[in-house]
């Protein structure tokens, strides 16, 4: 690849470049440790919307497992917290300072939370090992996640944390619902469909915590969870909203429903506590059968998609040689020839003028990758 | 009839950029289009501010009074919007008249749409006052690398747009960010039964039955298709902006204006 053309794009995607290479690291990592695949600790990274009760949840979590002499380690992803009402073991908030980064980078608050979390995940391999080392002496990882729940699941930095964990331990998502505030059959299925989405976007097993059964009783939604026609009798008698669009997704969402586990639970008295975590060590137990064989898979196809990569840079850059040159050029993909390596990045340098001419706003038309975008645009 | 946008998604998906680029678009096409900013957090714009709930409520203000986090100011600020709708938001929408075009560049909190029901009765109200309007959903394009992540992205969309009851236009935003193209044009024309068959190759057996209702749910609803937005490219916006236009039926009464004006030239050629 044309070095003057990396740097050029670097410069403008710097972070996200480096976000990829984590990435990378991290699934060659994985090929790796996934021979030495851990069946504990099972790790529970905790979402939900803001307000959701995470925190509370995830400090009634840590409590049950001293009671019960569960083995817990806590992680806090959350870089704006002021002060959790628990002991964290390892704390973003120790390697990154969020009102600094929001000053150093001239970011919004949300800019400032994701901007940490990025930060801290280009670390996340030293995290992983250090829980590794000490994985026979632990049963639990308890993760919470930052107060705005996209920060996590729609950002490159949740997505490398996350594989980081799934590669190599057992891990099951648990979604905290406000059970007070899904009464509403409309909000509630928006939250169903927004649990729908985390599942597919993580492909993990998803755990739903009805919390703060306290205040309202999840009764409701275990049965509008079994029987369709009920909460579809709801969606009709809310509002007058009829909608066949809103008959198909409660169809849809059942079966949903029939594939995750869902706990009624209150961080504040601690109901629910045992049913959750057998709901855990059950998700574990599926992980175990169908994610790990999974896993396997994700990472031939990945050492594939390496491959075909490669050749496709190769081809490029031997087009590219023969055509400003005109001679026939011998390829070495390896150093071992130095005299030929050195004879490519010569070469190379010679194609700069050509090729920044190709990169340039105009030609962007007759870019090949863009003909098929082509039908998009007037 | 006026014309409004509501633009949501999720934070970092390009709203704002998305805005300022659209105002930019219309400026050079001699079209005039306002933006209003919802997003009481907002801090910095690119484009001109026609309208800002900041001068309603902000969640500093609400930060301080209420000696709260961000999330749930902000969640408090849209609660005082929806009070607000008789009074503040009836006085600003004067200032616009028939045919204009408005704006709403929205706050990226999931939240403001499962938790409370503010932007449905914002949009009620629109509607009242003679709005037409339409939702323009926009969702990163980096995210959407495989079929999975697809459905991921329509299953977000869906839980906002089901509060909203709106027409809607599906974006894929930051196009120009994308290295690969190749993949993403089998997400911009779903082919149901290769997206099933990836969908169950990559998502674990007891999901085959939900696999299959989702997809059905893609085939059934074109709702879910997205197209793509580059905005290096003027065609892109071109592009994007006439789906959105089709949406919200703009342009059908300026044609009808046209017809009386033949009509009148007519009537004085006799």
Partial sequence: ????????????????????????????????????????????????????????????????????????????????????????????????????????????????????????????????????????????V???????????????????????????????????????????????????????????KTRLPLVLAFNKTDVADHKFALEWMEDFEVFQAAIQSDNSYTSTLANSLSLSLYEFYRNIRSIGVSAITGAGMDDF???????ADEYMQTYKADLDKRKAEKEQLEEERREKEMEKLRKDMESSQGGTVVLNTGLKDRD???????????????????????????DEEDEEMNRFYV | MRYAQLVIGPAGSGKSTYCSSLHQHCETMRRTMHIVNLDPAAEVFNYPVAMDIRELVSVDVIMEELKCGPNAALIRCMEHLEDSLYNWL????????????????????????????????FVEHLKKNSFNVCAVYLLDSQFVTDVTKFISGCMVSLSAMIQLELPHVNILSKMDLLQDK?????????????????????????????????IELVEQYSMVRFTPLDLRKERSIKYVLSEIDKCIQFGEDAEVKIKELDEDMGQLEL
């Fill in chain 1, 1 to 140: 690849m044309d070095p003057m053309e990396s740097s050029g794009e670097e410069n403008i995607v710097e972070e996200s470049h480096k976000l990829v290479d984590s990435l990378d690291k991290l699934r060659v990592s994985a090929g790796s440790s996934s021979s030495n695949f851990k069946k504990k600790p099972v790790i529970i990274i905790v979402v939900g919307m803001a307000g959701s009760g995470k925190t509370s949840f995830l400090h009634r979590l840590v409590c049950h497992t001293f009671d019960a002499n569960k083995r817990g380690y806590v992680l806090n992803l959350d870089p704006a917290v002021m002060s959790l009402p628990f002991g964290a073991n390892i704390d973003i908030r120790d390697t990154v300072k969020y009102k600094e980064v929001m000053k150093q980078y001239n970011l919004g608050p949300n800019g400032g939370i994701m901007t940490s979390l990025n930060l801290f995940a280009t670390k996340f391999d030293e995290v992983v090992s250090v829980i590794e080392k000490r994985a026979d002496q632990l049963d639990y």
């Fill in chain 1, 142 to 200: 308890l993760v919470d996640t930052p107060g705005q729940i996209e920060i996590f699941t729609w950002s490159a930095s949740g997505a490398i944390i996350t594989e980081a964990f799934a590669s190599t331990f057992p891990t099951v998502v648990t979604y905290v619902v406000d059970t007070p505030r899904s009464t509403s059959p409309i909000t509630f299925m928006s939250n169903m469909l927004y649990a729908c989405s985390i599942l597919y």
């Fill in chain 1, 277 to 283: 975590f057998k709901a855990i060590e059950a998700s």
């Fill in chain 1, 340 to 366: 030929a390596a050195e004879k490519m990045m010569v070469e190379e340098e010679d194609d700069d003028d050509f090729k920044i001419e190709e990169d340039s706003d105009d030609a962007i038309d007759e």
């Fill in chain 2, 90 to 121: 009836d006085e600003e929408l004067e200032n616009f008249t028939d045919d204009d075009y408005l704006v709403f560049d929205c706050p990226g909190q999931i939240e403001i749409f499962t938790h409370v029901p503010v932007l449905k009765n």
């Fill in chain 2, 182 to 214: 190749s993949n993403i044009d089998e997400f911009l024309d779903p082919e149901p039964r290769t997206m099933l068959a990836g969908l169950n190759q990559r998502m674990a057996p007891q999901y085959a039955k939900l696999n299959k209702a989702l």
